[in-house]
């Protein structure tokens, strides 16, 4: 064992040292760690702690990343980019943890990088007794595009490929997951990426993985409003925003993956409601069963009968029995229980001053600024659209990752269903490969299921 560890960080060093007045090129000293698994294993990994990604350091305390190499890994191992930013809040780099998919990627062999990342909260004192915030949009997804560039200028000196990596996230971190997804590369991000210092190198990543994204900002009041019109008190207001988004919806232009059918407000519910529907069968098929009150229709059957012979008994047809497809949803019957499992947001949902997207827009006194309607500045909706990863799929400046893995629990309230599906919609409009669902039972959270998440990951390659 002595001698593997020898092996594993000797060269690394070495290829290190042929750079050493550069601030960044990979030099770190590797630590070996072990991770003791839920099912009993030990997985042996070597830590690289406390790496800096930039040179122009505006939070020492946050912009710096961990790297882990997994007992075993090549430099054509895949490495997974797992960030905690949550709340659009900053994010410190971490250890590797049993119970999420860090400590799995490490379990099947994957590299494992943890950056840290400033947020709407992040603050330096500027040397005046003053604290500037230093993390405003779109800073954060900044400095996690300049991770990504750090790990693929130092392709050669570490272990893992930076042609294989694979961001990860949850919630706002699912925002940013999709954002390096989507905008990699787009010079609407260059000048602010020179000014920290990044490394001289691109920064696409090879897939995308999305738990419930809270993503596409500006128009996610719209989108929340039209999905929960009916289960708010002033339905009249939230049909007045609701009807906002169905312009916006019809100006995307999505088709259906499977029949190429445009998209409308006109048949667009129907289309939500299958993903709906596809989610009680795979619960169904797994065992579960769903009470009649969630208002799904089910298809019906009936026995067959007995041919009637003559002298012999008449047979009445049998009750039609209840199969296990899912064919409909009452949806607002369905909507109403997802409410009383959690209540909604207050009006608006996001554009209100109290919340972290308005925090996340605000300036460098921590005022938090409105980023929707017509007096927002052109700087301001410069930095929402940089902040949303639907204004850039299709954009041939941007190169977007070819493979994504989009989940959006069926319980999950804090934003609309809509978000998710039409990002993930507009992916394999864009002809990129997409596993999207919409989880049965889950509510706002990530990194579950990981057998059917790191199936798919070794299906990539």
């Known amino acids: 064992m002595k001698r593997y560890w020898t092996m594993l960080v000797l060269p690394i060093l070495v290829m290190g040292a042929t750079a050493k007045n550069d601030p960044l090129c990979f030099r770190a000293q590797g630590e070996a760690k072990e991770l003791n698994m839920l099912d009993g294993q030990t997985v042996r990994y070597t830590a690289y702690t406390g790496i800096r990604y930039v040179t122009n350091v505006e939070d020492s305390a946050v912009q710096t990343l961990n790297f882990f190499v997994p007992e075993g890994a090549t430099q054509r191992s895949p490495i997974l980019l797992r960030t905690y930013v949550g709340g659009y809040r900053e994010s410190k780099a971490k250890m590797p943890s049993a119970l999420d998919a860090t400590g799995r990627a490490l379990q099947e062999g994957l590299c494992v990088c943890i950056p840290g990342s400033r947020g709407n909260d992040s603050a330096t004192e500027n040397g005046q007794g003053q604290m500037v915030f230093t993390g405003k949009a779109p800073y954060g997804l900044a400095d996690l595009k300049a991770v990504v560039r750090y790990l693929r200028y130092n392709d050669k000196r570490m272990m893992g490929s930076a042609e294989r990596i694979i961001t990860d996230g949850t919630s706002a971190g699912g925002a940013m997951s999709a954002l390096l997804g989507a905008t990699a590369n787009h010079p609407d991000y260059e000048p602010l990426l020179t000014q920290m210092g990044a490394a001289k190198a691109k920064d696409n990543v090879f897939a995308a993985v999305c738990y419930c994204p809270i993503t596409d900002l500006d128009h996610a009041d719209m989108a929340y409003e039209w999905l929960y019109q009916n289960q708010r008190k002033d339905v009249e207001a939230a049909r007045k925003t609701g009807g906002q988004y169905e312009r916006y919806f019809n100006e995307l232009k999505l088709?259906?993956?499977?029949?190429?059918?445009?998209?409308?407000?006109?048949?667009?519910?129907?289309?939500?409601?299958?993903?709906?529907?596809?989610?009680?069968?795979?619960?169904?098929?797994?065992?579960?069963?769903?009470?009649?009150?969630?208002?799904?229709?089910?298809?019906?059957?009936?026995?067959?009968?007995?041919?009637?012979?003559?002298?012999?008994?008449?047979?009445?047809?049998?009750?039609?029995?209840?199969?296990?497809?899912?064919?409909?949803?009452?949806?607002?019957?369905?909507?109403?229980?997802?409410?009383s499992r959690q209540a909604l947001k207050e009006v608006p949902a996001f554009d209100n001053l109290k919340s972290p997207e308005c925090r996340l827009f605000g300036d460098t006194q921590d005022i938090p600024a409105h980023f929707t309607g017509n007096d927002a500045s052109e700087d301001l909706r410069h930095r929402v659209r940089m902040m949303n990863p639907m204004y850039y799929i299709s954009d041939p400046k941007a190169q977007t990752a070819p493979h994504w893995y989009i989940r959006h629990g069926a319980l999950d309230r804090d934003t609309s269903f809509p978000v998710a599906i039409n990002l993930a919609t507009k992916l394999m409009n864009e002809g990129r490969e997409v596993d999207f669902a919409l989880p049965w039972n889950r509510s706002h959270e990530g990194d579950y299921n990981l057998d059917d998440l790191f199936r798919w990951i070794r299906d990539l390659y």
Not at 258 to 268: D, H, R
Not at 274 to 286: C, D, G, K, P, Q
């Open 255 to 339: 088709r259906n993956p499977k029949t190429g059918e445009l998209l409308t407000s006109e048949n667009y519910m129907e289309y939500m409601k299958s993903w709906l529907t596809a989610s009680a069968n795979r619960f169904v098929a797994e065992g579960g069963e769903i009470d009649d009150s969630l208002g799904f229709g089910f298809a019906t059957y009936y026995p067959p009968t007995p041919p009637y012979r003559p002298g012999g008994p008449r047979y009445v047809r049998a009750k039609p029995i209840k199969s296990g497809i899912a064919t409909d949803v009452d949806l607002d019957q369905y909507l109403s229980y997802v409410v």
